[in-house]
């Protein structure tokens, strides 16, 4: 049951107000996350607390947007389609000192992901929901038809897609792609992406005049100085291996200690290794296969980023695997802006003659159709055959391959690193990976300004854009991947 007072949100906030008028001051954009400790967290407990908050933090609403963006984690999609819930809410965060006799229109977009991204880092995915607001200008083409699914149910999962800053290094800006979450269980969809637009006359209730679901939807918010950065946890096991035959996305042959070897006979001993390693420490084995990524790195990086000398599991140098990941990181923004692709290994090892030793890399590297993605793939290697600097993230002969790994992370250092108020896009682990422990009861709620937070388990797709309101000009290394380490994530540099 929802708050009956809530249908008039002048009313409820009138019950939280304190002597402070609520600021008009214009933003450019708004955002906040409501995270929620309890599956237990009732409507109107989450409302109530929402009308305390907006009554009491200077800036957090201004009730003067004209947009809303709302991500909610997979539990609380069905919230999001309930029409009366919805009301109130939005009546909460449309409530101004100004205009409130005046009618109101507020064009709505909302979304379901896989998590709200933690304020940690590094941390588990968090439940609850994630807010942006501003002018029209933050969801464009927003009632454009041919974003619409109508009637048919599409195969591939809706997106998001947010417009950053360019990366340390690249001169153009970047396009950030992030799937949705799968809320067949949820709410009989395959994923829930829709518009919507309300209207209220004077202090009434938000009233749905129209919905539509869509198929996806650009995002775009306010640049600030800063360059996008991205943070990938992962731990080298071997020194960059120059790849010395490979076509499309299937690396045949590399070059460990100047000769030729099958490419995963080194990846065939050192995975166990691994095993062993952890298992002495005490560290329980995964609950399913490990996952295992290749760097494909132009020749010139290696050198330039001093990656013969980084620190592997191999060498034996490693004491933390934390702290290894963690100094590769570092490298990520300025090996991204080199040219350099990240792939997971899909399949390979064993065999004979050959098909020995063979790897098979992920060549799903744009938010596209899986079939037409190998096609392009294959007919881009092929052309570049001989080339030492592809300018796809396919492997070549001449270029290098880094194979990693994710690391171990105890609680305390998946909660090491704090992020301040920014727009942090993830990559979601997958559930069984998770220790995000619910309370029994009612549970807490918190509201964190100034944060908004998103996670795909389906990773992120990142590309440079050619050129964008006359940003990005001048010659750059190509740049397009997919991010899909879980615990990645990029903070594209917008506010």
Known sequence: MILRTTLRPARLLARCAT???????????????????????????????????????????????DCTAIVASQDYAAWLQDESFMSCLLGLLSVSDEGNALSRKLDVLTAVSDGIGSPYGLDDPQKGFSFLSGSRDILPSLWDAESFTGSREPNQAAALTFLGNPIEGHSRPLEITLPLANTIFQNGRRSTLFA??????????????????????????????????ATIPLMPLAPPRKIVTGLGNIVRQVEIDGAPAPASKELEALIPQLFETRGAAGISPPSGPIGVWAWVIPPHVVEAEELSEVACFSGGSIANEADAALDMSTR????????????????????????????????????????????????????????????????????????????????????????????????????????????????????????????????????????????????????????????????????
């Not at 198929?215 to 306010?222: G, K, N, Y």
């Not at 570049?384 to 990693?404: H, T």
Request: aromatic share 6%; net charge positive; charged share 20%.
């Open 19 to 65: 002597r402070r008028h609520l600021s008009t001051r214009p933003t450019p954009t708004s955002k906040f996350s409501v995270l929620l400790d309890s599956p237990q967290a009732s409507k109107d407990k989450v409302l109530l607390e929402l009308a305390k908050h907006v009554t009491s933090a200077r800036n957090a609403v201004t009730g003067t947007e």
């Open 196 to 229: 919507s637009e309300w209207h209220r006359d004077g202090d009434g209730p938000m009233r749905l005049g129209k919905r539509e679901f869509k198929q996806s939807q650009r995002i775009f918010t306010h640049n600030t100085s800063m360059h996008s950065t």
């Open 332 to 495: 990520a923004d300025r090996m991204l802006a080199a040219g350099c692709r990240l792939h997971r290994i899909l399949s390979g090892g064993g065999g004979w003659g050959a098909k020995q030793g063979l790897l098979s890399l992920d060549p799903e590297t744009s938010y596209a159709q899986p079939e037409q993605n190998d096609i392009d793939a294959f007919v881009k290697a092929f052309e570049e055959r001989n080339s030492a600097e592809p300018s796809s993230g396919l492997v070549s002969p001449g270029s290098y391959v880094l194979f990693c790994v994710e690391p171990y992370l105890t609680t305390e250092q998946k909660r090491s690193l704090k992020l301040p108020p920014i727009l942090s896009l993830g990559v979601s682990p997958h559930a069984e990976d998770t220790q995000h422990s619910l309370s029994e009861g009612p549970g807490k709620i918190r509201i964190l300004d100034g944060y908004m937070g998103i996670q795909s388990a389906a990773g992120l797709f990142v590309k440079a854009l050619p050129e964008v309101d006359g940003r990005g000009t001048g010659k750059a290394a190509s740049l397009t991947t997919r991010i899909n380490v879980p615990r990645s994530f990029l903070v594209p540099g917008i506010v």
